[in-house]
């Protein structure tokens, strides 16, 4: 972790960067680490435990996390590129929240165990397999990647009710919504 590391504005909802696919990383390069950085920085500032590239703006395959319990020493975790290569049948409920959507929380089912592939800072290609809070937490950090938002896996009633909420509040900051 180096010294300039810079925290980042959120993307909030309703902003329309959100819903965009991300692109792979093809190089992993000194600024793609700095990205990285800056990412943990802003996740850590927000607080938050996961933070895509795409909700500071940057629509790359990125991703980082660390879901250690407070007190506990940080882990952080880079992903690049990632990829979920098995999920499992067993499913599992979490309240996630969202830093690009705050103060939301919703119950979320999703796979209780998967296994994902991606390439760490360092460049080199790894494997997890991730249970409970982390699998939930990589579900949901991937999904970002493709322009998936968790209030897409509750019923429309209440998703059309957190985005009027979200675009009336960004109306309110002078924010352009869409």
């Keep these: 972790m180096g010294i ?24 992993i390069d000194a ?16 607080p938050g435990i996961g933070l895509a590239a795409i909700q500071i ?7 980082v996390l660390d879901v250690t319990k407070e007190g506990e020493e940080k882990q952080p975790l880079v992903f690049i590129n990632p990829k979920v290569v098995h999920s499992s049948e ?5 309240e996630e929240g969202c830093l690009s959507i705050p103060d939301y929380y919703a119950e979320v089912e999703r796979p209780a165990a998967i296994t994902v592939e991606y390439v760490d800072r360092e460049g080199k290609e790894q494997a997890v397999e991730a249970e409970g809070l982390l699998a939930t937490c990589l579900q949901h950090e ?16 209440k998703r059309d009710m957190v985005i009027r ?3 009336k ?3 309110t900051r002078g924010a352009k919504a869409i």
């Design 4 to 27: 300039d590391m810079t925290i980042k504005p959120l993307i909030i909802l309703p902003d329309p960067v959100l819903r965009q696919v991300s692109t792979p990383v093809e190089t």
């Design 31 to 46: 600024d793609i680490r700095r990205l990285a950085d800056d990412m943990l920085e802003t996740m850590y500032d927000a």
């Design 57 to 63: 703006g940057v629509p790359k395959r990125l991703l």
């Design 90 to 94: 067993e499913r599992s409920v979490y």
């Design 142 to 157: 991937i999904d970002h990647l493709n322009g998936v938002l968790f209030i897409d896996y509750i019923s429309k009633l």
């Design 165 to 167: 909420r979200f675009t």
């Design 169 to 171: 509040a960004a109306k």
